[in-house]
């Protein structure tokens, strides 16, 4: 049985399915070229980079660049971007960009972090922090902490109000988001308002009913997530700590108000929901949107679709819903 034809039984959204049916498959492991994942991945995306950076063009937002100190003494870019004819003082938004903890860096803002900042409102921080496999786990999550911590540090030179701040990401970013929570509710750190997990991967067991199902390798699959975790975190790696794995955090109490976005035909799709279900049983507000039909990052290979634009404005109005109660 081809892997076309392992998925055939699967619903695929009407809108999605000629694209789908154009999609070459890929390897079985992507991450056996590091930088041939990270060159492909800048050319699905230079059409939406396209797109959003005719905002900045029209004056829509600033943009400005910082670096900061890391935790190891390393420096780390981060890019600020800010909505213009707006008030002195907007919530802010972290903005981790996904990408498998390997790949996800533009030579811009993430196209999402412009539409965050378009939408919301809000102050977003832009963090480009290190990636594996030159920068294993936890490189890339303590990278983030530090921005937030600087975030938090500087609000009032950056114009956020330090009440509400927020964290947000797709996939990895979803990963890195969640773990930025736990970390900053264990470690006294700064308040977090509230967490836009998107796609988030969360579970390093890898071992979900959707994990299993999810083989076709036109798109992110199963098989292929056990080798993100393997970069991240090496092969000889055993049972990842929470801060890597959120999924593996025995409590949950405490932790923002959540938002949790997942797809039907996504390996990610059920620890997804379950993370939402343990928040929600640890009285944590939780708000969940799941899209039946399409694959994991749907949204980079059908940008102009009607599914697209509704599931974008959908976490991007909870996200400035939430930071303009």
């Known amino acids: 049985m081809t892997t076309s034809a392992a998925i055939s039984t699967d619903y695929v959204h009407p809108e999605l399915a000629s694209v789908l049916a154009t999609m070459p498959e890929r390897p079985a492991n992507p991450y056996a070229d590091v930088q041939g994942l990270r060159d492909s991945f800048k050319a699905l995306m230079a059409p939406l ?16 660049e910082a670096t900061l100190t890391g935790p190891d003494g390393n420096l780390i870019d981060v890019q600020i971007l800010r909505p213009t004819g707006v008030g002195a003082v907007l919530p802010g938004v972290l903005y981790i960009h996904g990408g498998g903890f390997v790949y996800g860096e533009l030579d811009g803002p ?51 109000d330090p009440a509400r701040i927020a964290v947000a990401g797709a996939s990895a970013g979803g990963a890195l988001s969640a773990a930025l929570c736990l970390m900053a509710r264990d470690r006294g750190g700064p308040a977090v308002a509230f967490q836009c997990l998107l796609i988030p991967l969360l579970d390093d067991r890898a071992d979900s009913a959707s994990h299993r199902r999810v083989t076709d390798r036109r798109f992110t699959n199963g098989p292929g997530i056990r080798h993100t975790w393997d970069t991240y975190l090496g092969p000889d ?18 932790l923002p108000p959540a938002y949790i976005l997942t797809c039907g035909l996504d390996p990610l799709r059920d620890e997804g929901l ?23 990052l749907f949204e980079a290979f059908a940008p102009e679709s009607t599914l697209a634009r509704t599931t974008s404005a959908h976490w991007l109005r909870a996200l400035r819903d939430a930071l303009n109660p």
Do not use: K
């Open 237 to 254: 790696r055993g049972d990842a700590p929470a801060y890597a794995a959120p999924a593996r955090a025995d409590d949950l109490a405490g």
């Open 110 to 160: 993430s196209p999402m972090a412009i539409n965050a900042c378009l939408t919301t409102g809000a102050v977003i921080v832009n963090v480009h922090y290190r990636l594996a496999p030159e920068h294993r786990y936890p490189a890339g999550v303590e990278d983030c902490y530090a921005a937030l911590q600087w975030m938090a540090a500087n609000a009032e030179e950056l114009g956020i």
């Open 274 to 296: 379950d993370y939402a279900r343990r928040l929600a049983e640890a009285n944590v507000p939780v708000e969940t949107r799941d899209v039946p039909g399409a694959w994991h």
């Open 49 to 64: 980079a396209a797109i959003t950076a005719e905002a900045v063009q029209r004056a829509e937002l600033t943009i400005t």
